[in-house]
């Protein structure tokens, strides 16, 4: 296996990190807009070689694929760029995994009721022509989407008869603080990222259809495990929403983001005041867009690994009816399988905060599968249309085991 | 009276409107950095005339006194310019107005319990000068500072025997509608000052001493006159603070800003988020000040007044003791003076908005009061230096009439 890692900003380079210690590969060409950047992720092992590369030109990434004899391109860059690499990559036969798919564009009319073009719809668009030249594009293979499509999958097989709802949830009790001990607001995660994804109108798998709604719907507080306890939620843009309903038979799919009360008092602040828009504006002279201030004026989220402190928590929960091991119909269930882990330990051991590397070692794992052939397929897959079972059980032999907590039905 | 007004803003153009009604002066030579500015809000009298200044050069200021024989200069730009125009005026031999003082500087140590340099002390450290010289700067003689400053000289004289506390309080129920009918957020006053006044530490006089506290200190919802009714307030540094125990025996005064929770939500984000700063930053190769982001991409406060409606409320709560019409303390007594201008009326009558046009017709009615002789001074002085009854009276004659509000003491 040669892979093309295409971004090497925080999670490409967790990402290089994770790999390194795993011997399923050849080589990983390492590959950035900035070279230093790929120079300095490639550094930690003698396998890994950098390149620079424009993720915008799908001829770029097929011209890299060809010099390289890549045979998997793992895509970590902004999912603006999602398209050009996916085609770069198909062009040149090789297979494809990303973390974040195509982007959605709302409904010009109703944007709260109905969706516009859906995430990941321009991908799904060619899985013939994927599955025709028997090529594999593993869409959605992050934290998030990714490993909680693992646990619908999982669900499916071994928990559920009958799921009502499929109810990704994320929360974290994650702290940053300055150098006099105090508190302050630095997101863990791209503000420009958190911007799009939170007031895109988010999106809802219910009986059937997918619909819309308005930005922070359905608030809900949910009880994360392992100390992290209660943080407020709302219904986000999401892929599992996309993804989960494909492969498997649910009434309901929902994301729903911890973002906590304060960030949620920030975003609807910057939309209130038009500071998420993209669109440039004329400041005494010189043109900005307002979202690219605040991102500028905020804490590098790669910086601030060394000053937080916690603990995140990615997951999924499952409602219906239960199974016992025969297959036979229990009683009503309620399950959250969840993967939880701590900021001081991913910088101890690998030097990354904790939301990139959660974020990063699940491709690594996917690769892994699909190197022993533990995993296989051709055309634009979910990670739900893979068995389950090998995937969590390496990622515990990763040292990153995943947890269950029954909840009252 | 040959006047010289400096700032043909959104307030020194209400200015011309208002005076243009009124004879007590022989010219008003209309100023600002832009002659295109001047020259619209001088072209509605005969008696105005227009020109260029550069309001950051006190010799600027004073040329032009000179060349217009003025004799007294009304400034009406940003307060950053206070001092240039002020010095510039005494530098001509010409009387001075303002509508707010020079401006503070946090204590750099303990910014949140004692002050540094307060509102007002660049001013009043020359007042000697300005009472040798036999010449009068008339500071603060806006809405608030100004008649706020004028009814408390009022509550000391008339109604009460003894004052606990002069509390300033303004509120408005002021909304703004897009094309659609939809309510939007647009402050009525510029954004940027707005910020200034609010995150800066608050003074509270108190026991004969000036005290600062942590920005929205002290939160209490004021009900307003008139149909405005309650809203939430929280104490901001202001002028009011600084000029009453100058002149009038009081234990507490203060001065709290019916921002309502909506705009505290929003300056305590822009302030966590770092948007308040005013120092540049680089934003993908351009260098912009935060603050001045946030100005541009919300309306210009001058455009707002024809999708306004709704009402101000500019006024003191007095507390203490009562006295009757002898002088004789009766018992505790608690009472609200107030001034509520309705916007749509200002529309109607004057095309413009009703926040800056009652700043704007308090140094009207305070230079009429001085061309007539009924107020005289020299020195550094505040509007509570001087009669009341004069002023309410005037104020009142030029259809703009002032209330009372007797509330439980």
């Known amino acids: 296996m040669r892979i093309l890692l295409?971004?090497?900003?925080?999670?490409?380079?967790?990402?290089?990190?994770?790999?390194?210690?795993?011997?399923?590969?050849?080589?990983?060409?390492?590959?950035?807009?900035?070279?230093?950047?790929?120079?300095?992720?490639?550094?930690?092992?003698?396998?890994?070689?950098?390149?620079?590369?424009?993720?915008?030109?799908?001829?770029?990434?097929?011209?890299?694929?060809?010099?390289?004899?890549?045979?998997?391109?793992?895509?970590?860059?902004?999912?603006?760029?999602?398209?050009?690499?996916?085609e770069g990559a198909f062009a040149a036969g090789a297979d494809y995994l990303d973390m974040a798919m195509s982007l959605s564009k709302p409904h010009p009319e109703r944007p709260h009721e109905v969706?516009?073009?859906?995430?990941?719809?321009?991908?799904?668009?060619?899985a013939e022509q994927w599955e025709a030249a028997g090529r594999l594009a593993l869409v959605g293979i992050g934290v998030e989407p990714g490993l909680s499509d693992v646990f619908a999958r999982y669900a499916a097989d071994h928990l559920f008869s009958e799921i009502d709802e499929l109810?990704?949830?994320?929360?974290?009790?994650?702290?940053?603080?300055?150098?006099?001990?105090?508190?302050?607001?630095?997101?863990?995660?791209?503000?420009?990222?958190?911007?799009?994804?939170?007031?895109?109108?988010?999106?809802?798998?219910?009986?059937g259809a997918w619909h819309t709604t308005a930005p922070f719907s359905e608030p809900e507080v949910f009880d994360f495990p392992e100390g992290i306890g209660p943080v407020e939620c709302v219904n986000v843009e999401h892929e599992e929403v996309l993804l989960m309903p494909r492969w498997i038979d649910c009434r309901r799919a929902t994301f729903k983001y911890g973002l906590g009360?304060?960030?949620?008092?920030?975003?609807?602040?910057?939309?209130?005041?038009?500071?998420?828009?993209?669109?440039?504006?004329?400041?005494?002279?010189?043109?900005?867009?307002?979202?690219?201030?605040?991102?500028?004026?905020?804490?590098?989220?790669?910086?601030?690994?060394?000053?937080?402190?916690?603990?995140?928590?990615?997951?999924?929960?499952?409602?219906?009816?239960?199974?016992?091991?025969e297959g036979r119909p229990t009683g009503p269930r309620s399950t959250y399988l969840y993967h939880v882990v701590d900021n001081e330990q991913t910088m101890r051991e690998y030097g990354h905060q904790c939301v990139v590397w959660q974020t990063a070692i699940n491709p690594v794992v996917a690769l892994e599968l699909l190197a022993t052939g533990a995993w296989q397929g051709s055309g634009v897959l979910g990670p739900e249309a893979f068995d389950a079972v090998p995937f969590l059980d390496l990622l515990t032999s990763y040292g990153s085991p995943w947890g269950v907590r029954e909840l009252a039905p």
Chains 1, 2 share one sequence.
């Open 6 to 86: 295409v971004g090497a900003g925080g999670v490409g380079s967790a990402f290089c990190a994770i790999a390194a210690r795993r011997d399923f590969f050849e080589t990983i060409v390492v590959t950035d807009y900035s070279l230093e950047r790929a120079e300095a992720a490639a550094a930690q092992d003698e396998r890994y070689a950098a390149a620079r590369v424009d993720a915008s030109s799908a001829d770029a990434v097929a011209a890299l694929c060809r010099e390289h004899r890549i045979t998997h391109v793992m895509n970590a860059v902004d999912p603006v760029f999602d398209m050009p690499v996916f």
């Open 261 to 325: 009360e304060e960030m949620i008092t920030i975003l609807k602040v910057l939309h209130q005041l038009g500071l998420d828009s993209t669109e440039k504006v004329s400041v005494k002279g010189v043109q900005v867009s307002p979202r690219d201030v605040v991102a500028a004026v905020l804490p590098d989220p790669a910086t601030i690994g060394p000053r937080m402190t916690g603990k995140t928590c990615a997951g999924l929960w499952v409602t219906g009816t239960g199974k016992d091991a």
């Open 167 to 207: 109810g990704t949830r994320d929360g974290a009790n994650l702290v940053v603080r300055d150098d006099d001990g105090n508190e302050v607001f630095a997101p863990s995660f791209s503000m420009w990222t958190t911007i799009e994804e939170c007031l895109n109108p988010p999106v809802v798998w219910e009986d």
């Open 115 to 126: 969706p516009g073009v859906k995430l990941g719809d321009e991908q799904f668009a060619v």
